[in-house]
């Protein structure tokens, strides 16, 4: 039935599919920034902290009985810690876009999206019709032009901290835009939160910017911190309204009560460490910008590759090498990439001698 699209796929060198990779080859692939998903000492403290409640799963959606003590607990803290009023916890990054764009961008509303957004709000966008405007990546003089066009309404503005595939940071010209044009502004911090600034609480703080009534910070779980799930920070209006009207919030189970405490004990530990991991971060920049020249601001390093078919070559001869690193090929991204992780859970030794094979 899509035998003939599977082929095309395959002939253009874009056909993809699960693999179990060799555990012995060394990981610059994973998001994995910390390392935490190799820490079996932190998976056995979640383990015991869940351990203390009779409800161990989360049973039901959250505003039916599937709120648990972890939750609110993971919630009040990650809240503190970024200095703003409320958070939510949300079972995926993709679920937490979704509620966020689809909820909030109300009629005579305008959402204005940079084009290189993660693909859950890109498709959150077609719930949208005509509600939207794509906004040139990164560009903060195309977002003011277009923000000037709208005269009605709420304006939303959606950006990432840190670019997943070229670990381009967000220009801080668009937090200002956004406090200037009245303008709520979602910043998906997936690959920004326990990377950027120096208590690694991501662009944030490393701008400087003490969060505000208009800013929404959206994360995720499953990268620096070790776990699965997402979290939105916000003003409790905010929060109230995703309670209220948020699909993905309201319908979808409560996000896994394991997974929210194996997160909560990681953040715990990486703000009490947040120096050590910070100078650790750090090193491996450095160790990049010797070997090859780019001075790296988050922990994504994106090598171009002329064709996809190339692109596969290169990974499968580091392979070889005892080396996994991803292989990112459209329609993930415009051109084919090497896409690199000096992760902290991979050693400086390991990194350079990667490196080397450049």
């Excluded at 253009?12 to 994995?32: G, H, T, Y």
């Excluded at 876009?97 to 957004?117: C, G, H, P, Q, T």
């Amino acid at each position: 039935m899509y035998q003939n699209e599977l082929n095309a796929l395959k002939k253009a060198n874009r056909f993809r599919e699960r693999k179990l990779f060799d555990s012995e080859l060394i990981d610059f692939a994973s998001n994995d920034y910390l390392g935490f998903a190799n820490d079996k000492k932190q998976f056995k403290k979640a383990y015991q902290l869940v351990r203390e409640y009779d409800t161990i799963a989360p049973k039901a959606s959250m505003l039916v009985n599937g709120y648990h003590e972890i939750h609110e607990a993971f919630e009040k803290t990650l809240s503190k810690l970024n200095g703003f009023e409320k958070g939510l916890v949300v079972g995926s990054g993709f679920l937490a876009n979704i509620a966020l764009i689809e909820s909030l961008v109300r009629k005579r509303d305008m959402l204005f999206i940079d084009e290189d957004y993660h693909a859950s709000g890109m498709m959150a966008t077609g719930l949208l019709g005509d509600r939207v405007v794509k906004v040139r990546h990164n560009d903060p003089s195309d977002l003011e032009e277009k923000l000037k066009q709208h005269t009605t309404g709420r304006k939303i503005i959606a950006v990432e901290g840190v670019y997943s595939m070229s670990g381009k940071l967000c220009k801080r010209e668009i937090f200002e835009l956004a406090d200037r044009y009245e303008a709520l502004l979602i910043v998906d911090e997936a690959h920004s939160s326990g990377v950027l600034g120096e208590n690694l609480l991501g662009i944030f703080e490393y701008y400087d910017i003490e969060p505000q009534s208009n800013h929404i910070k959206m994360g995720t779980l499953g990268k620096a911190y070790g776990s699965y799930g997402a979290y939105i920070l916000a003003s409790s209006e905010i929060i109230s309204f995703l309670e209220n009207r948020g699909k993905p919030i309201i319908y979808a189970t409560a996000p896994s009560v394991f997974d929210t405490a194996l997160a909560l004990i990681n953040i715990i530990k990486v703000s009490n460490s947040s120096q050590k991991y910070y100078k650790a971060i750090k090193e491996r920049q450095a160790i990049i910008k010797e070997a090859s020249g780019v001075e790296l601001k988050s922990l994504i390093f994106a090598l171009p590759v002329p064709e996809n078919a190339q692109t596969i070559r290169l990974q499968e001869a580091l392979m070889t090498k005892g080396f996994l690193v991803g292989a990112i090929r459209q329609p993930t991204v415009t051109e084919p990439i090497l896409r690199i992780i000096p992760r902290l859970g991979s050693s400086k030794k390991s990194l350079k001698s990667l490196l080397n094979h450049f």
